[in-house]
């Protein structure tokens, strides 16, 4: 018997339960979920009562919380709703519909909305795992493959890390997924309830992240590739319309409102092709940046078995090369291109790169067992335990890590200690403005604090008249990108801080780090920086490495997603300096 013969095994096989045995198959689809759950439960209130993500703090929970005080439109389209609406009924369920009552509760205790969504997020990723695992049996008749394209799922680092938070990526997977068993039933029956469901699924995840848009040329591969005759322009049609539908029902506003959802779609496809803001990014091709994300967002192990099972699915199943082949090269192709890069952009392709990893690995071992005469279960298995190993290891390293103290809270329970409310502060843009504040209890000046409620008063970082080195002497000064934040320092400003009263600086490595990783970029960051240790003393310091640990280099990934095993805590080096100059001095 040949390697492909042992792997390609009829449908009724593998599809079949055995006689007595019907449990197993939905027991292992319960244990992925179930394991991929914990991995991404654990630590899901990580910087709680502060959201340390700029995007988790600024788009879904905020809108989600806003449409109790309107209508369901979103009134922002950069980003789909539909998880929006997820988290908003959440609420609903949760605290009713009174807007009142939703503004109290969200104002007194931030932290229960944001772990309801983060729990929502987990348990979508999770799901995800369970549906690609499905999808993997039926698309290659072999709940081998679809039992390990789940395992893969259920460990990989960025899947994992992602599903921690109140953000689209993972919860996009679960409905991505659900396409995919479409898609795995397209190619195999070519029966119409596949192209519903592949169509309605696609939709909603297109409604929950555009770029899940990709998954259309997998089904529109499937349909074609298909060994089945069937009416496959019909079936396509009426999957194109019930895609349509599905995105729509849900992101009902996209045709209701339909001229600020062209703006934002606009605007989003602007955002990955602008050269703003990119301070510390890689100096260095899209393409090649996201070759290197394969490494550790999926694996290393998991991304070769991935390319060589492709290399294989070529070699002897061509049909199912076409169908998984272009999706993951488009989107490579795409964002490579962008001015922009970040790993999690590519996520929406990561289920078919853990179908792809695991027809590598059951077809190598298949070739192995056959060349050296073992029972087939001997390779299989040592070579699941490699491919997952790593993907494993660093999973629960970041759950331990996002399981204890930022180091944002660390310095800011030291700073309650040792500055007095109502002082004056400098807090670089490492942490959301409601920082200052205690959440859920304000603290105002007859209380000893300000008059916004802030425990301390912070110097405005947000706006400025100087940058890159160039003054604007006329209009109103500029709003300034948290990326774009060191370009408007210069060594003066530590002197304005001490003349005004501004005593304590809070620096961060999620900023300074930027300027030290493009120091020609920034000659007037790197000089206001050596000014504050001329001018100031460093009164305390929360560091998230280990003992003796190397501190991680900038990096728009590992400075935020805690992938080096260095980090014991999560958040970046904190710098608190005291400076004693100007009203300092007294």
Not at 170 to 196: F, H, K, M
Not at 543 to 567: H, I
Request: proline share 6%; net charge positive; with cysteine.
């Amino acid at each position: 018997m040949s390697a492909a013969e042992t792997v390609e095994l009829p449908d009724a096989v593998t599809d079949e339960p055995r006689r007595g045995r019907s449990w197993v198959w939905p027991a292992i689809l319960v244990g992925l979920f179930a394991a991929a759950f914990v991995l991404r439960i654990v630590g899901y209130k990580t910087g709680l009562p502060y959201v340390y993500n700029a995007d988790e703090n600024s788009h879904f929970v905020p809108r989600a919380i806003g449409m109790f005080g309107h209508s369901l439109n979103p009134d922002y389209f950069i980003n789909p709703p539909a998880y929006t609406y997820v988290v908003h009924a959440l609420f609903a369920v949760k605290w009713g519909t009174n807007p009142a009552t939703i503004g109290g509760a969200f104002a007194a205790d931030p932290t229960t909305a944001f772990a309801l969504a983060r729990a929502a997020s987990a348990f979508l990723g999770a799901l995800a795992v369970s549906l690609t695992a499905i999808a993997g049996a039926r698309l290659f008749a072999d709940r081998r493959v679809g039992v390990l394209a789940g395992a893969l799922l259920a460990v990989a680092f960025l899947p994992t890390h992602y599903s921690h938070f109140a953000l689209n990526d993972a919860p996009t997977l679960a409905p991505l997924a659900a396409a995919l068993i479409g898609v795995a039933g397209i190619y195999r029956t070519g029966r119409t309830r596949e192209y519903v469901l592949a169509g309605l699924g696609l939709g909603v995840a297109i409604a929950t992240k555009y770029t899940a848009g990709i998954v259309l040329v997998t089904v529109i591969a499937a349909a074609f590739a298909s060994p089945v005759a069937h009416a496959r322009v019909r079936n396509l049609a009426l999957m194109l319309g019930l895609m349509c539908a599905g995105f729509v029902a849900a992101n009902p506003y996209a045709l209701l409102d339909h001229t600020a959802f062209r703006e934002g779609l606009q605007k989003q496809t602007e955002t990955a092709g602008e050269d703003g803001g990119k301070l510390g990014l890689a100096n260095t091709s899209g393409w090649t940046y996201y070759v290197g994300t394969f490494t550790w967002g999926l694996g290393w192990l998991p991304s070769l078995f991935a390319l060589g099972g492709l290399v294989d699915l070529f070699a002897r199943r061509r049909r199912l090369a076409l169908l998984l082949a272009p999706a993951p090269i488009l989107l490579f192709l795409y964002l490579g291109q962008q001015s922009r890069f970040f790993a999690r952009w590519m996520l929406p392709i990561y289920p078919i790169l853990c179908l792809l990893a695991a027809w590598g690995v059951i077809a190598a071992a298949t070739w192995l067992a056959t060349r050296l005469k073992w029972r087939l279960a001997i390779p299989a298995l040592a070579l699941s335990v490699l491919v997952v190993l790593q993907g494993l290891v660093f999973s629960v390293h970041n759950d331990l890590v996002l399981a204890k103290a930022d180091t944002r809270q660390v310095a800011r329970e030291w700073m309650k200690t040792n500055i007095p409310s109502g002082r004056n502060i400098v807090v670089e843009p490492i942490a959301p403005d409601q920082w200052a504040m205690d959440a859920g209890h304000p603290i105002f000046e007859d209380q000893g604090g300000t008059g916004s409620g802030n425990r301390w008063n912070k110097w405005r970082t947000s706006r400025s008249c100087f940058f890159n080195g160039k003054t604007i002497t006329s209009g109103a000064c500029p709003v300034v990108k948290i990326e774009d934040y060191e370009r408007t320092t210069r060594p003066d400003l530590v002197s304005r801080y001490a003349n005004g009263g501004f005593c304590w600086v809070v620096t961060g490595s999620t900023q300074f780090g930027r300027a030290y990783a493009d120091p020609k970029d920034v000659p007037f960051a790197l000089k206001y920086y050596d000014e504050l240790k001329r001018q100031g003393e460093v009164v305390f310091r929360s560091s998230p490495y280990g003992k003796d640990s190397e501190s991680v280099p900038f990096s728009f990934d590992s400075s935020f997603n805690y992938y080096p095993l260095t980090y014991e805590r999560p958040g970046p080096d904190i710098v608190i300096y005291r400076l004693h100059g100007g009203k300092c001095g007294a």
